[in-house]
């Protein structure tokens, strides 16, 4: 989709839909219990869910727009050589960890779908809620290689980002 100049993502659809349900759940919730002296009992499982959903989501994001935390002041010592390779090293480092992560995480999954535990006020089975963590990890990988292939084919890239050219768009 596009606005403006700007393409807007799948990913940035799906963080701001998730949000948005936590966001209107939560209210719900809140004035359910202060003013109607009601609770809704499926609402904090269903934001609970729209968190986590949210926050994996964001992981894929940032790591598509190569804007996963690290710490890089420390860098700024270095040549613009040395500050690449430390940054390919962190990245396939990286990408290693969350590629184990991601095959844990798939098998865990599958483990539920063969053995299902089920929620306590939605009665689903949460390998459904769970399936977001293989996926985030996965995409982190992908993402994050990708990235890295992009980098080391590259010239010298100095890593020097202010909080405002942080996020946008190339």
Known sequence: MKIGKRNITVEEIMVCTTITILIILMTAQVLARYIFNKSIGWSEEISRISFVWSIFIGIDLAS??????RVTFQLR??????QKIIN???D?????????????????????FKFPY?????????????????????????????NTIKKISKGTEIIEHT???????N
């Open 118 to 146: 089920y929620s306590q006020t939605l009665r689903i089975n949460l390998a459904y809620a769970y399936l977001i963590v293989p996926f985030g990890f996965t995409m982190m990988t992908i993402r994050t290689a990708v």
């Open 92 to 112: 396939m480092t990286w990408c290693v960890f969350s590629g184990i992560i991601a095959y844990i995480s798939i098998k865990y999954v599958l483990e539920m």
């Open 77 to 82: 010592m270095f040549p613009p050589v040395i």
């Open 88 to 90: 390919i090293f962190a």
């Open 163 to 169: 909080p405002n050219e942080q996020w946008k768009e």
């Open 64 to 69: 598509k727009k190569d804007r996963h935390i």
